[in-house]
């Protein structure tokens, strides 16, 4: 089975984790939001693709939920004790190996596609990671404040502010002129089923939509979403400040009909949002707490066997050793994460 799967954050990862085990046989293609990257300290910072590739490679802060685990920062502290900013974005020391890695293929000429290939041949996620686009692409929020109104990159919105501060606005700039990496529309063109993760509608999967040519493949496929919005809250995160600040309602209702059809074919909700419904949508409710990987499992296999029913076909079996990796996996947290870059 070819599987896509849009990603970014935290529940992106945790879902693909359990989309693998759930799938062990197929082919799976992530495609993943790159509308957070931002340039600090001279280097390339791609955190939605990095928590993809540590979490599925098995180096994720798993109490976190971001950035690597066993990690120090004894280069953040350097920085700081030189007064150099920002000091609001954490990096830890093994983190900043893969930045500079990065930034030394992109300064060498490589598309961020191929880098990512060759940071992923570490790492081995199991599944083939793209970036949405290999152009720069960066998601910025206007807000009014104390300095008046102005445009700031997401990341000090989301990570230095809290959100705290009331969205006007959210753009992904330079989304008019970037074009789908090498690798995307192909994966979404051979694919057997689209996946729509519980990442942030709005900043995550909604960045990946708004890239030329991505929605309008998707449209031609079947599409089964999963909400990320729990009885009118998200599940973590501050994904509510995202949807407000585009006149959207936190609920699973109104993240379906944002993506509305013909995009989305089937959604999964939690049980307490029985009753979502949308014209040409088939909803089912069912648990949707990722508190560990059999339990993310679980809801993949759902995801999938809505998808192979939709489009025709067989569902995905529950094999026995895809249940025994799941067992040993690890557990996941779903606490909220108290670090600098919080879940979506």
Excluded at 31 to 51: A, F, H, M
Excluded at 92 to 106: E, S, Y
Excluded at 271 to 300: S, T
Aim: some cysteine.
């Amino acid at each position: 089975m070819r599987i896509v799967s849009l990603a970014g954050g935290i529940g992106g990862a945790r879902f693909l984790r359990g989309l693998r085990t759930a799938a062990p046989d197929s082919e799976i293609t992530v495609i993943g939001n790159t509308g957070d990257d931002i340039s600090l300290y001279g280097l390339r910072v791609c955190p939605d693709l990095d928590t993809v590739m540590y979490t599925l490679g098995g180096g994720i802060n798993e109490e976190q939920g971001w950035g690597r685990r066993e990690e120090s920062h004894v280069v953040k502290e350097e920085l700081a004790a030189y007064g150099v900013e920002p000091q609001w974005f954490g990096l830890g020391d093994r983190d900043f190996a893969t930045h500079i890695v990065r930034t030394q293929m992109l300064d060498a000429g490589y598309p961020l596609s191929a880098v990512t290939e060759a940071l992923c041949a570490r790492w081995q996620p199991g599944v083939r990671l793209i970036p949405m686009t290999d152009d720069r692409a960066e998601t910025h929020v206007v807000v009014s404040d104390e300095r008046g109104r102005r445009a700031i990159h997401f990341q000090e919105w989301w990570v230095r502010l809290r959100a705290s501060v009331p969205a006007e606005q959210i753009i992904l700039v330079g989304a008019d002129q970037a074009a789908p990496a090498p690798g995307v529309l192909e994966a979404v063109a051979a694919a057997d089923a689209v996946i729509l993760p519980p990442s942030n509608p709005v900043v995550s999967i909604g960045t990946i939509l708004q890239i030329k040519g991505i929605r309008e493949a998707l449209e031609s496929k079947t599409v089964v979403g999963v909400s990320p919005i729990i009885g009118g809250a998200p599940v973590r995160g501050m994904a509510d400040a995202c949807l407000t600040a585009i006149g959207v309602e936190t609920t699973a209702q109104a993240v379906l009909e944002l993506y509305g059809t013909p995009l989305v074919n089937g959604w999964l909700v939690a049980e307490e949002d029985a009753g979502v419904a949308l014209d040409g949508v088939e909803v089912q409710a069912r648990p949707l707490i990722m508190h560990d990987v059999p339990a993310a499992a679980d809801i993949a296999r759902a995801a999938l066997d809505l998808a192979a029913r939709l489009a025709g076909g067989a569902g995905v079996p529950a094999s026995p050793d895809a249940q025994r990796e799941a067992a040993g996996t690890g557990t996941e947290r779903e606490a909220a994460g108290t670090g600098t870059e919080d879940a979506r």
